[in-house]
């Protein structure tokens, strides 16, 4: 069975621009879960999806957005990005929004 | 923001040897679970042990929780030179509204096993 896919793996973005991040979850998963991870630090939550519906949203700016599709698929948006904005975003997805997440791979966004 | 904190950052011991590293956090928790990343690639789940358990095992893995202390330990008995990774715990808070979860991780334990 497929695990959570994330894509782009690596980009590279300038300050001021826009990014779009999309993850797959495991098939039957229905919920999604985003976390940022900047060098040498653990996970920060972001974004929780369920059932296609917020349930929960992390310290950030309104600059990051996300949403969820019929289909489970998720997108995280991120506008006007800041060099700080660098890091590893994770995607995670679990059955029933609880328990064991299912991390995908990653995708490494540089911000020059 | 961190909730939990490991200890040691970092740790480097001699293959065969038993690693262990521990955790603390700051409020209750539903659950607390360890996962494992693999030089800066996804998270792998290891254990998941419930606020209302002591001590858990899995293969090598040993985890303990005392929520009197708030804190947990992860034991790798045995550990071999593919064990190396950073090591996180992470915590599910009591939350409000169905469907609603959120892990707070901590900083991480980078473990070296050395052939």
């Known amino acids: 069975d497929a695990g959570v896919t994330q894509s782009p793996t690596h980009l590279i973005k300038t300050r001021g621009q826009h990014v779009t991040l999309r993850c797959s979850p495991i098939?039957?998963?229905?919920?999604v879960s985003w976390y940022q991870q900047v060098l040498g630090q653990g996970p920060q939550f972001i974004f929780q999806y369920y059932e296609k519906e917020e349930r929960g949203r992390g310290n950030f700016p309104d600059r990051f957005s996300a949403r969820q599709f019929p289909n489970y698929s998720s997108e995280l948006n991120v506008n006007a990005l800041l060099l700080g904005d660098s890091a590893l975003y994770l995607c995670?997805?679990?059955?029933?929004?609880?328990?064991?997440?299912?991390f995908g791979e990653g995708s490494r966004l540089t911000v020059l | 923001s961190q909730q939990g904190e490991e200890d040691p950052q970092a740790l480097s011991i001699q293959e065969g040897e038993n690693a262990t590293m521990n955790c603390s956090y700051k409020?209750?928790?539903?659950?607390l679970q360890w996962y494992r990343q693999n030089s800066g690639r996804g998270l792998v789940h290891l254990i998941l042990?419930?606020?209302?358990?002591r001590e858990k095992h899995s293969g090598r893995l040993r985890v303990t929780l005392d929520t009197s202390k708030k804190s947990s330990s992860l034991l790798i008995t045995a550990s071999r030179a593919a064990d190396t990774a950073s090591y996180f715990c992470a915590t599910d808070a009591p939350r409000s509204g169905a469907g609603s979860y959120q892990l707070t991780f901590g900083k991480g334990t980078k473990l070296s096993v050395i052939p």
């Open positions: 995670a997805s679990s059955y029933l929004g609880s328990g064991e997440l299912f």
């Open positions: 409020t209750s928790i539903n659950n």
């Open positions: 042990i419930r606020s209302n358990e």
């Open positions: 098939s039957g998963h229905k919920s």
